[in-house]
């Protein structure tokens, strides 16, 4: 099993900047790719970024130039640096992590709990 904390989220004001954290625990030697998800309130779950172990990457396309996902393997950890945030970003940030043999650019064998991402004006 693997388990997955986020750590990060907060509330910030329109074009400010936040990073979030997904740190990995458990058998962390069958995951391939981590990413994030994000939930905004009566929406859909939808991709953010994903980031393979061996460094590709797949953003949502909306998203690009904006956030950037990044990780550190020798830390079992995925990043998230969010620039030039505006409201729609509000939305519970889920990290997400999968198995090799797994689709790498949807990450989804394993969930952590969110966390709260609130962008005032």
């Known amino acids: 099993q693997v388990q997955l904390v986020e750590s990060g989220g907060g509330l910030v004001q329109t074009g400010g900047s936040l990073r979030l954290s997904c740190a990995a625990s458990?058998?962390?030697?069958?995951?391939?790719?981590m990413g994030w998800y994000r939930q905004a309130p009566g929406k859909q779950r939808e991709l953010v970024a994903a980031?393979?172990?061996?460094?590709?990457?797949n953003y949502a396309d909306s998203l690009k130039g904006r956030f950037t996902i990044s990780r550190d393997n020798a830390k079992n950890t995925v990043y998230l640096q969010m620039n030039s945030l505006k409201t729609e970003d509000r939305a519970a940030y889920y990290c997400a992590a999968s198995r090799y043999g797994s689709t790498w650019s949807l990450p989804g064998d394993y969930w952590g709990q969110g966390t709260q991402v609130t962008v005032s004006t």
């Open positions: 458990g058998n962390i030697f069958s995951i391939n790719a």
């Open positions: 980031i393979a172990r061996s460094g590709p990457t």
